[in-house]
């Protein structure tokens, strides 16, 4: 027997008390939860092993069909790392509180990159989610407010991550989707993020009632030094931040250094306004001090000082109440051999999860069935800017209680819920996106 079956006949019915309100409940992260902090490891046989494997690439190849050596691999998944972009929730909640339009905005520009310098101090990529993977994760704020986090892995071939995040409380949404298309380039890799995250403030609107939004891409990744001199990772090419409620944006541009000149790490960005006027010019290092300069009156002050920043990572259920496709529950065996550095090990529990999917894959084929995300849908609004949104309805004029129990309802995310009968029906069979999905 499968572990999925076993595990569906394990799977109890949600108990009302399950989805009340945290507020009166006391979650405490597990003592065995997982850390998946990464080792600031430099391992010495690093660059002959891609060296060993070099004779599988060309120039422009696609990297997601190359088998990478697992001391190159952080000891997480996609699906968790983009939480490193939520974990200054103060910030968004500040934006969400402000009383002007361009105030809002420049702090959702902050917030969004106050984030980037959370990464391993290695050279280390998240391990690729495997199709139908699923991570969910809450935090508790420093004001008693609580944030929730919903994600899967919604497409393989190309790999598509979607999300949800959403602090119910402050009225605040964030949907997005992470689609990277790995190439190598020689003595370096390069991550291209395609993708966008849409950002909502619920219950501010415009004059057709609808809410403020911001729209963000986010920069490609590049890891250098892969044959000769030392790795590091890079940020480069552009970050668009806009509002199309608004008309405020900003076009970041994350600058790799020159073979000859040049600094790394270094980024230049100027804010306009609605009517396309330069505002403000945003200047530094993503990973450092981050500057804004007034273009009105030349003033120049702080905007982000990463070493003074204090982020919050995410808080995860039990690994015994995970289930079988559930992130850190999935992929355990891994983590745990790249904790102790034994990457033969890893490699053969890696490969172990990948073959698993590859009999999935085959008995779709013979059963003439196609994949469904469980917990999100298709959109059918051409004028959306994303392609999946989370499968549970969630009116944007709901009281913050409501949307608790709904987003609760969708997934088990804090500890003692339970997984529903109705888990492993797919997403587009459990429910359609309404208008408030938009």
């Not at 079956?5 to 799977?11: E, G, T």
Request: hydrophobic content about 30%.
């Amino acid at each position: 027997m499968s572990l999925s079956k076993l595990k569906s006949k394990l799977i109890v019915k949600e108990d009302p008390e399950t989805v009340q309100s945290p507020k009166n409940q006391s979650h405490q992260q597990n003592d065995n939860s997982q850390n998946t902090e990464d080792i600031d490891e430099v391992d010495d046989q690093g660059q002959s092993v891609l060296m060993g494997i070099i004779s599988q690439l060309r120039p422009g190849c696609d990297l997601s069909r190359i088998t990478l050596p697992t001391f190159i691999l952080e000891r997480k998944s996609m699906l968790e790392r983009i939480t490193n972009q939520l974990q200054q929730p103060d910030l968004v909640i500040k934006a969400h509180q402000s009383k002007t339009e361009l105030d809002r905005f420049l702090l959702i520009v902050k917030w969004y990159l106050s984030g980037w310098h959370i990464a391993p101090k290695a050279v280390k990529k998240p391990l690729n989610p495997v199709l139908g993977e699923y991570f969910t994760s809450w935090w508790d704020l420093s004001n008693g407010d609580q944030a929730f986090y919903i994600s899967e892995q919604t497409s393989h071939h190309p790999p598509k991550s979607s999300y949800f995040y959403m602090i119910p409380n402050h009225n605040i949404r964030v949907d997005g989707a992470i689609i990277p298309k790995s190439r190598f380039l020689g003595n370096s890799t390069a991550a291209m993020m395609d993708g966008i995250t849409v950002c909502q403030f619920l219950d501010i609107l415009d004059s057709k009632g609808q809410p403020e939004k911001y729209t963000l891409t986010q920069p490609n990744m590049y890891a250098r030094g892969i044959l000769f001199g030392k790795m590091r990772i890079e940020l480069g090419d552009h970050m668009i931040i806009k509002s199309p409620t608004t008309g405020y944006s900003i076009d970041i541009e994350f600058k790799v250094k020159g073979f000859i000149s040049g600094s790394y790490d270094s980024i230049e960005g100027i804010v306009k306004d609605p009517q396309g006027k330069s505002i403000y010019e945003i200047t530094g290092k993503w990973n450092d001090v981050i500057y804004l300069k007034n273009l009105t009156n030349g003033e120049k002050t702080v905007f982000w000082d990463t070493k003074k920043s204090n982020p919050q990572p995410p808080k995860v259920r039990p690994l015994e109440e995970q289930g079988e496709f559930e992130s850190r529950n999935l992929w355990k065996s891994v983590t745990d051999a790249l904790g102790q550095r034994n990457h033969e090990l890893a490699t053969e529990e890696k490969f172990k999860i990948e073959d698993h999917q590859r009999v999935l894959r085959q008995k779709r084929i013979e059963d003439g069935v196609e994949f469904h995300p469980k917990l999100f849908i298709k959109s059918k609004n051409p004028d959306d800017e994303l392609e999946y949104y989370l499968y549970k309805s969630i009116p944007n004029d709901a009281d913050p209680e409501t949307k608790t129990k709904l987003i609760l309802e969708t997934v088990p995310i804090l500890p003692g819920q339970k997984f529903t009968e109705s888990f492993e029906i797919p997403g587009f069979k459990k429910l359609s996106i309404n208008d408030d999905v938009e």
